[in-house]
């Protein structure tokens, strides 16, 4: 379980910087530029990432369950996962009308993936891990909303519904590829029972 502790306080350490710590953030970019400090970030959130992973199976090979969803709870999911497919899609994407609308595509996606993942996984593991990212994500929206009010940032603006139309088709397309395939090659379960 440590090692899935670990994994969690580096991956999501790296990613409140802004939240806890924008001085220092800055101060790293002024000192050696906006292409060096992407490029720690990158190293350290791929190595929180690894740890992450790997602590989480190394925990799920002894579980301590809370509780056991029942098995048609896991098309409640997948129909739950449509969605956030569409909004990380949405957020890689130039603004579109879906962006503009829900304001941060990404923090949406995250905390409907999170709460989905919850419904069907009560192991201490999976509270751990998808109750760290969507607290991460309840607290970095309401970080983006302060830094907004102090003029910090501003909302996406809609704009052309081409990148609405690239978001549905792409989240579609990967949501397709992580039901049949990916989600048992990469995670080694069925997304949905009985499959």
Do not use: C
């Not at 502790?5 to 924008?22: N, Q, T, Y």
């Not at 130039?94 to 993942?117: E, F, Q, S, T």
């Amino acid at each position: 379980m440590i090692w899935l502790i670990v994994g969690l306080v580096v991956f999501l350490g790296v990613h409140s910087v802004r939240i806890v710590a924008p001085e220092f953030r800055q101060s790293q970019i002024d000192r050696r530029g906006l292409n060096a400090w992407k490029a720690i970030y990158a190293v350290v959130s791929i190595l929180g990432f690894i740890i992450l992973v790997w602590g989480y199976g190394i925990a799920r090979q002894d579980p301590v369950v809370f509780w056991v969803a029942p098995a048609w709870m896991s098309h409640v999911v997948a129909l739950l996962m449509l969605p956030v497919m569409i909004f990380l899609v949405a957020s890689q994407v130039p603004d579109g009308r879906i962006k503009a609308a829900v304001k941060h595509p990404m923090l949406l996606a995250v905390k409907i993936w999170a709460v989905a993942h919850l419904l069907v996984n009560g192991d201490l593991a999976s509270v751990l891990l998808f109750g760290g990212f969507l607290a991460w994500a309840v607290v970095d929206r309401i970080s983006e909303k302060k830094r907004l009010r102090a003029g910090l940032t501003s909302n996406p603006v809609a704009g052309p519904v081409k990148w609405d139309i690239i978001s549905v088709v792409g989240g579609l397309v990967a949501y397709v590829l992580f039901v049949a395939v990916l989600h048992k090659l990469l995670i080694g379960v069925p997304p949905i029972i009985g499959m």
